[in-house]
Protein backbone atom coordinates (compact mmCIF):
# COMPACT_ATOMS: atom_id res chain seq x y z
CA UNK A 1 0.00 0.00 0.00
CA UNK A 2 1.83 3.37 -0.94
CA UNK A 3 2.18 6.16 1.65
CA UNK A 4 4.00 8.73 2.49
CA UNK A 5 4.77 10.99 5.58
CA UNK A 6 3.80 14.85 6.60
CA UNK A 7 7.15 16.25 8.28
CA UNK A 8 8.03 19.29 9.45
CA UNK A 9 11.96 19.58 9.96
CA UNK A 10 14.26 22.71 9.53
CA UNK A 11 18.10 21.69 7.85
CA UNK A 12 19.92 21.70 11.45
CA UNK A 13 23.62 22.63 9.62
CA UNK A 14 22.13 25.13 7.15
CA UNK A 15 20.62 26.72 10.25
CA UNK A 16 23.77 26.38 12.13
CA UNK A 17 25.43 28.22 8.86
CA UNK A 18 22.85 31.09 8.76
CA UNK A 19 23.83 32.08 12.43
CA UNK A 20 27.68 31.65 11.94
CA UNK A 21 26.86 34.21 8.56
CA UNK A 22 24.73 36.52 10.73
CA UNK A 23 27.25 36.74 13.51
CA UNK A 24 30.00 37.64 11.03
CA UNK A 25 27.42 39.87 9.73
CA UNK A 26 26.69 41.72 12.62
CA UNK A 27 30.73 41.47 13.98
CA UNK A 28 31.42 43.34 10.66
CA UNK A 29 28.59 46.07 10.42
CA UNK A 30 29.56 49.86 11.08
CA UNK A 31 26.43 50.34 13.24
CA UNK A 32 26.84 47.53 15.48
CA UNK A 33 30.18 48.65 16.61
CA UNK A 34 31.35 48.85 19.93
CA UNK A 35 27.56 46.97 21.14
CA UNK A 36 27.26 43.40 22.12
CA UNK A 37 25.33 42.15 19.66
CA UNK A 38 25.30 38.26 18.87
CA UNK A 39 23.41 34.94 18.04
CA UNK A 40 23.62 32.07 20.24
CA UNK A 41 22.80 28.80 19.50
CA UNK A 42 21.95 25.92 21.54
CA UNK A 43 20.20 22.55 19.45
CA UNK A 44 17.16 24.28 18.06
CA UNK A 45 17.19 27.08 20.51
CA UNK A 46 18.34 30.64 19.23
CA UNK A 47 19.23 33.91 21.98
CA UNK A 48 19.85 37.05 19.76
CA UNK A 49 21.28 39.30 22.53
CA UNK A 50 21.12 43.23 21.51
CA UNK A 51 21.87 46.43 23.38
CA UNK A 52 18.14 47.92 22.64
CA UNK A 53 14.68 46.91 20.88
CA UNK A 54 16.03 48.73 17.83
CA UNK A 55 19.26 46.37 17.55
CA UNK A 56 17.60 43.65 18.42
CA UNK A 57 15.01 44.35 15.19
CA UNK A 58 18.55 44.57 13.07
CA UNK A 59 19.39 41.67 14.29
CA UNK A 60 16.44 39.78 13.59
CA UNK A 61 16.62 41.30 10.16
CA UNK A 62 19.60 39.63 9.50
CA UNK A 63 19.04 36.15 10.81
CA UNK A 64 16.17 36.29 8.92
CA UNK A 65 18.19 37.39 5.46
CA UNK A 66 20.91 34.46 5.97
CA UNK A 67 18.04 32.25 6.59
CA UNK A 68 16.51 33.05 3.60
CA UNK A 69 19.48 33.06 1.47
CA UNK A 70 20.61 29.53 2.89
CA UNK A 71 17.32 28.44 1.85
CA UNK A 72 15.87 27.83 5.49
CA UNK A 73 12.24 28.54 6.18
CA UNK A 74 11.70 31.39 7.82
CA UNK A 75 8.12 30.41 9.39
CA UNK A 76 10.62 27.47 11.45
CA UNK A 77 11.72 30.72 13.45
CA UNK A 78 9.53 31.17 16.38
CA UNK A 79 9.79 34.33 18.27
CA UNK A 80 9.50 34.58 21.81
CA UNK A 81 9.15 37.66 24.23
CA UNK A 82 12.02 40.43 24.34
CA UNK A 83 13.75 40.42 27.46
CA UNK A 84 15.43 42.92 29.53
CA UNK A 85 18.57 42.27 31.17
CA UNK A 86 21.31 43.65 33.00
CA UNK A 87 21.42 47.97 32.14
CA UNK A 88 19.71 48.48 28.68
CA UNK A 89 20.54 45.23 27.49
CA UNK A 90 18.00 42.75 25.77
CA UNK A 91 17.78 39.27 24.74
CA UNK A 92 14.80 37.08 22.83
CA UNK A 93 14.30 33.09 22.68
CA UNK A 94 14.07 32.32 18.87
CA UNK A 95 12.85 28.29 18.71
CA UNK A 96 13.71 26.36 15.91
CA UNK A 97 10.65 24.21 15.31
CA UNK A 98 11.16 20.23 14.77
CA UNK A 99 7.83 18.06 14.44
CA UNK A 100 4.58 18.74 13.21
CA UNK A 101 2.39 19.70 16.62
CA UNK A 102 -0.07 17.82 17.69
CA UNK A 103 -2.46 20.51 16.81
CA UNK A 104 -1.37 20.82 12.83
CA UNK A 105 -1.47 16.76 12.84
CA UNK A 106 -4.85 17.15 13.90
CA UNK A 107 -5.84 19.46 11.39
CA UNK A 108 -3.81 17.62 8.73
CA UNK A 109 -5.99 14.49 9.52
CA UNK A 110 -9.36 16.03 9.68
CA UNK A 111 -8.46 18.04 6.18
CA UNK A 112 -7.60 14.82 4.64
CA UNK A 113 -10.68 12.81 5.97
CA UNK A 114 -12.83 16.00 4.68
CA UNK A 115 -11.58 15.48 1.22
CA UNK A 116 -12.70 12.99 0.12
CA UNK A 117 -10.26 11.52 -1.08
CA UNK A 118 -9.72 7.28 -0.65
CA UNK A 119 -6.63 8.08 1.23
CA UNK A 120 -6.08 7.37 5.49
CA UNK A 121 -4.27 10.05 7.56
CA UNK A 122 -2.92 8.78 10.91
CA UNK A 123 -0.66 10.65 13.29
CA UNK A 124 2.88 9.37 14.24
CA UNK A 125 5.05 10.82 16.87
CA UNK A 126 5.77 14.36 15.09
CA UNK A 127 5.09 13.39 11.62
CA UNK A 128 1.41 12.22 10.03
CA UNK A 129 1.39 8.98 8.02
CA UNK A 130 -0.96 9.15 4.74
CA UNK A 131 -1.74 5.97 3.00
CA UNK A 132 -3.90 4.81 0.09
CA UNK A 133 -4.62 2.56 -2.16
CA UNK A 134 -3.36 4.45 -5.46
CA UNK A 135 -0.87 6.72 -6.16
CA UNK A 136 -2.65 9.72 -7.86
CA UNK A 137 -4.96 9.65 -4.65
CA UNK A 138 -1.48 10.34 -2.52
CA UNK A 139 -0.58 13.05 -5.23
CA UNK A 140 -3.57 14.55 -5.11
CA UNK A 141 -3.68 14.85 -1.15
CA UNK A 142 0.40 16.17 -1.29
CA UNK A 143 -1.41 18.75 -3.93
CA UNK A 144 -4.38 19.71 -1.47
CA UNK A 145 -1.89 19.86 2.05
CA UNK A 146 0.07 22.17 0.03
CA UNK A 147 -2.65 24.21 -1.30
CA UNK A 148 -4.60 24.22 1.80
CA UNK A 149 -1.65 24.71 4.56
CA UNK A 150 0.66 27.86 4.36
CA UNK A 151 0.93 28.58 7.83
CA UNK A 152 3.39 25.75 8.91
CA UNK A 153 6.68 24.26 6.55
CA UNK A 154 5.77 20.94 5.76
CA UNK A 155 7.62 18.73 3.37
CA UNK A 156 6.56 14.91 2.23
CA UNK A 157 8.86 12.32 2.76
CA UNK A 158 9.13 8.48 2.69
CA UNK A 159 7.12 8.05 -0.62
CA UNK A 160 6.40 4.26 -1.32
CA UNK A 161 4.64 2.85 -3.65
Given at each position: ????????????????????????????????????????????????????????????DVLVA????????????????????????????????????????????????????????????????????????LQAAI???????????????NFRD
Amino acid sequence: MPTFDVVSESDAIEVRNAVDQANKEIANRFDFKGSDARIEQKERELTAYADDDFKLGQVRDVLVAKCAKRNVDVRFLDYGPVQKIGGDKVKQVINVRHGVSSDHAKRIVRLVKDSKLKVQASIQGDSVRVSGAKRDDLQAAIALLKKEIADVPLSFTNFRD
